[in-house]
T-cell receptor, first 108, second 114 residues
Framework: DAKTTQPNSMESNEEEPVHLPCNHS???????IHWYRQLPSQGPEYVIH???SNVNNRMASLAIAEDRKSSTLILHRATLRDAAVYYC?????????FGDGTTLTVKP | DSGVTQTPKHLITATGQRVTLRCSPR?????VYWYQQSLDQGLQFLIQ???????AKGNILERFSAQQFPDLHSELNLSSLELGDSALYFC?????????????FGPGTRLTVL
């Protein structure tokens, strides 16, 4: 199964952009790249997903490398409410593989 | 609130016992997923159902089984429980269960096996 690798933790200052990287060097052509985040004592929450092209939504942007072996989640202006564990996940035919996630700390 | 409900919220039981976790998907969602989150293994995909049929299987133990009923709710049955089965169990739902569909997660059931 494809795996994802993320840094264990990252810090950001409030209202500054945050770039969360993810490596998925064994990705297959039909794997979708999803990002979810999990707040303490809650279930994961969808953030964004893509296949080959960069994607934007109201929450974030997703930049996907041309060879698709890595991606970056971009939070344009981090807020205190963005502090969470961010997971980069590959979905394919219903199956998913979670990385260990990046714990994002946002400092006021 | 994601619209996915899970019961019970907490469950405490003993080794060797059997429990059933229940999940109701969001209205209109046909696909249900089950995940296990433990401290040592992180989040793991267990199994997916689509409109009553099993669609995908992950790292689900043989002691575990699941089903999705005609009203689309799903149950995860865990039997011959071991201490290592203590974890958070999440259910998620999506519209069609495709790889590009957003999944909506429930609040989870915390299982403690003593």
């Amino acid at each position: 199964d494809a795996k994802t690798t993320q840094p264990n933790s990252m810090e950001s200052n409030e209202e500054e952009p945050v770039h969360l990287p993810c490596n998925h060097s064994t990705i297959s052509g039909t794997d979708y790249i999803h990002w979810y985040r999990q707040l303490p004592s809650q279930g994961p929450e969808y953030v964004i997903h893509g296949l080959t092209s960069n994607v934007n939504n109201r929450m974030a942007s997703l930049a996907i490398a041309e060879d698709r072996k890595s991606s970056t989640l971009i939070l344009h202006r981090a807020t205190l409410r963005d502090a969470a564990v961010y997971y980069c996940i590959l979905f394919n035919a219903g199956k998913s593989t979670f990385g260990d996630g990046t714990t994002l700390t946002v400092k006021p | 609130d994601s619209g996915v409900t899970q019961t019970p919220k907490h469950l405490i039981t003993a080794t060797g016992q059997r429990v059933t976790l229940r999940c109701s998907p969001r209205s209109g969602d046909l696909s249900v997923y089950w995940y296990q989150q433990s401290l040592d293994q992180g989040l793991q995909f267990l199994i997916q159902y689509y409109n009553g049929e099993e669609r995908a299987k992950g790292n689900i133990l043989e002691r575990f089984s699941a089903q999705q009923f005609p009203d689309l709710h799903s149950e995860l049955n865990l039997s011959s429980l071991e201490l290592g089965d203590s974890a958070l169990y999440f259910c998620a739902s999506s519209v069609r269960g495709s790889s590009y569909n957003e999944q909506f997660f429930g609040p989870g059931t915390r299982l403690t096996v003593l």
